[in-house]
């Protein structure tokens, strides 16, 4: 039985809202996400949409220097149209914020945060996989990021889709403004903290550091070794990074999932059909086909051979790269036992110095007799001979005085203001003894 559709109003589609939200031309609903540095990341609302603001800190806004710096990296960013780089819509005086440049708001979270949460291995990889590809890109346009690192680096929630995000850093040969060397320091390649040329392979270093980060498994932690060795032997373009990534997957996959036993298999059945009593014509095509596939199993032996081959070349060049890093430990512990064994021969000749400070104080002070006489002088009523004894008292700082003097030269400034702080102690201590004594009331 057909039903009128005007009657049927069991499921009536539409929005559940009683009114619908306009939109502006304006941007509104304005909202600071993050100060730091000299720039401030605003969300805002305008014709329905959400967009990132980028502007200038009050107090930096009116620099000619870093309004430069906003340019270009709006210019950086416009240039980069992929859809792993955060899209830049235009710069504009937006009320309260100043110049800004208008980006789109990405729904998600930075690769940081993603990675503390639940996520698999192949999700990671993939994940790297459109991170290579966008740095790749953004090569190809001649511009180097120089700030890679997690919180840079944009998950979205639908899709997880890769987007790069802040070009603060970012420069290209043709810019000729603002070359100066920049980077965050746990991801920056060490020639950057020197260099202000823009260098494709400063990324490359970054990504080594990411990768490791990342967990990607065996082949990735072995392209991330390559990618952190010295400037012209890592990896010169992140194509050659994906090819040896390619390479070693190839040869991991024949490897896991090889054919060796299908040639014996199809040896018995040949075998099995030619014991069978029937007419030879009537079993050739059986045997052809055999035949056919015997030389198809040989092929993917050979095959299988070359991906042995090139996993035991691997290993080789693995077993190299251990054999450096226990190298590179080995001399680093070597120098580590030199520089204890100097501090300890450093502090020996501290002690023996003050020991000696020491020593030469004490003979000092031995030679007026003044710890022998002193008291007899008080208790018989010579307390004007205060003055006397006092300065004799200081003989020992004057000698402790003069031999410091003359050793100032042979130890660098904390070890003398130990050995200074130690021998002066010692003489005070003992002036405080002869004062001490001095101080007593003499007998009636």
Known sequence: MKTDPQQDTSSAS????DG??????????????????????????????????????????????YQEMLTKEFELTMRAQHPGVVQAIGMEEVPMLGRCIVMEWVEGQNMRQWLEGDTTREERRAVMGQLLETVAYLHSLGIAHRDLKPSNIMITHNGQTVKIIDFGLADTDTHAVLKQPAGTEQYMAPEQ?????????????????????????????????????????????IASLQNDLQRWRTAQHWLRNGTIALPVIAGLVALWMMSRPAPVADNSHLVDSLRHELAANNARLKASDAAQQQMEAMMRERLTDLNDSLSILATSNQQFQQDKDSRVARQRKVDAAIAEG?????????????????DTAVRSGFNSMWVDWHSLSLRGRNEANRYLQSIRGQFDIKEMAEIE????EHCSRYEAMINGIVDQPANP
Not at 14 to 17: A, D, N, R, S
Not at 36 to 46: E, F, S
Not at 199 to 228: E, F, P, T
Not at 421 to 424: L, S
């Open 14 to 17: 539409g929005y559940l809202t």
């Open 20 to 65: 619908f939200e306009g939109v502006s031309e304006r941007f509104t609903q304005l909202t600071t996400v993050s100060t730091r540095d000299h720039n401030t990341l605003t969300k805002g609302k305008r014709y329905g949409r959400w967009y990132l603001l980028k502007s200038l800190n009050a107090d930096v806004a009116g620099q000619a220097a």
């Open 193 to 237: 903290a020197s260099s202000a040329q823009a260098d494709v392979r400063n990324d490359i270093y970054s990504l080594g550091v990411i990768m490791r980060q990342m967990d990607l498994g065996r082949i990735y932690n072995r392209a991330a070794a390559r990618c952190l060795r010295p400037i012209d032997e890592r990896y010169q373009s």
């Open 358 to 374: 020491i020593r030469r104080v004490d003979a000092a002070n031995a030679q007026t007799h003044l710890k022998e006489h002193l």
């Open 421 to 424: 702080f130690a021998v002066k």
